[in-house]
């Protein structure tokens, strides 16, 4: 079974400044992944997704993320935070057999002017 | 394209009563629908997988008898949390799946509240 890591629960950033989220999966094979945003009270909005191909893909709001086989990772990436970016950010791992979306435990971002 | 919709987005109950959430896609098939629970501050755990016409698929754990899923059509599926109990109270949120695809679209979630 497929399982993911996000390593920071919560992140502050500047407005303007860059940002990284980081995400871990593990699975034996080469995995489907997601970036998922969800603001309070609402439900998830699909950021970006990476099947197969170019391994840098671009997302909505000017997010991207990166996958790397070797580091089992697909970091999400922006070069300048917005106020309205604050919010909570899932990465989720699926596996092509069976077909189930796995979360990982939510990165919470905060941006301060 | 791809909206997923969810009735009601928030419900109150009394303990014992049984509630019913609503799951639509409104502009495509959904050959495969999941539910969510959502815990305050934790991430999304999957309850169980439903495909049109069979039944669900519940994950380890989920009582599903407590938790009655009917996928009739398309594009509906229900979710019947049956003699709600107060640490039923949680966030719900539906994903639906194309027939062939690997996305999951998701509604706007459903908040239980049981009193």
């Known amino acids: 079974a497929q399982s993911v890591t996000q390593p920071d629960i919560h992140i502050t950033v500047s407005e303007g400044a860059s940002l990284e989220l980081r995400c871990n999966y593990s699975?034996?094979?080469?995995?489907?992944l997601f970036w998922y945003v969800q603001s309070p009270g609402q439900g998830l909005q699909l950021l970006l997704k990476y099947f197969s191909g170019d391994t840098l893909v671009q997302g909505i709001k000017g997010f991207e993320a990166e996958f790397k086989r070797s580091q089992s990772s697909f970091n999400l990436r922006k070069p300048s935070v917005h106020w309205s970016d604050a919010a909570e950010y899932f990465c989720?791992?699926?596996?092509?057999?069976?077909?189930?979306?796995?979360f990982g435990a939510g990165t919470i971002l905060r941006v301060k002017s | 394209g791809a909206v997923v919709s969810q009735h009601p987005s928030w419900v109150i109950c009394k303990s014992g009563t049984s509630v019913k959430i609503e799951c639509r896609s409104l502009?495509?098939?959904?050959?495969?629908m999941f539910w969510y629970r959502q815990f305050p501050k934790q991430s999304l755990m999957l309850m169980a997988t439903s495909n049109e016409g069979s039944k669900a698929t519940y994950e380890q754990g989920v009582e599903k008898d407590k938790f009655l899923i009917n996928h009739a059509s398309l594009t509906l599926s229900t979710l019947t949390v049956t003699s709600a109990h107060p640490e039923d109270s949680s966030f719900y949120i539906c994903s639906a799946r194309a027939s062939g695809g690997l996305e999951q679209y998701f509604g706007p979630g459903t908040r239980l509240t049981v009193t």
């Open positions: 989720a791992v699926g596996a092509w057999e069976g077909n189930k979306l796995v």
């Open positions: 699975y034996g094979a080469t995995p489907y």
């Open positions: 502009d495509f098939q959904a050959t495969t």
